[in-house]
């Protein structure tokens, strides 16, 4: 098991300041490459009709699977990760609360780390499940 990251240390990881997560009021509470978590409260991520809107589920999905990504990518040789491609299926509305992700890997590779994403609601019930598939870059 790997230590988990210091939480103050991923808002460079997350591009620093103004970002979207960071607007959407995104949180990250847990970071190892091998589990991310992150809480983003429906509230101002609506759509017209008022419901959490599916793109925020993206948006929560594809942060913290870039993480994890990230992480293994630095772990395993000193680098960084890009999101390649994301697919999500949205199971059921949600118009108040938060919501967390739990980000874990299906596959940590040297060029590819793919996760599986789990979005629940307040009372455990799978909003959105997702997978992120990141290309990892060495440094240099």
Known sequence: ?????????LRAMLG?????AERMGMVILEATPERVVGTMPVEGNVQPMGLWHGGASCVLAESLGSVGAALHARRLHG????????????HRGLTSGTVTGVATPIHLGGQLATYEIVISDEQGRRICTSRLTCMLRTRG
Do not use: F, K, W
Request: glycine content about 12%.
């Open 1 to 9: 098991m790997t230590e988990p990251t210091p939480l103050e240390s």
């Open 16 to 20: 620093g300041t103004d970002t979207l």
């Open 79 to 90: 680098g960084s990760a890009v999101g390649i491609e994301i697919s999500a299926t949205h």
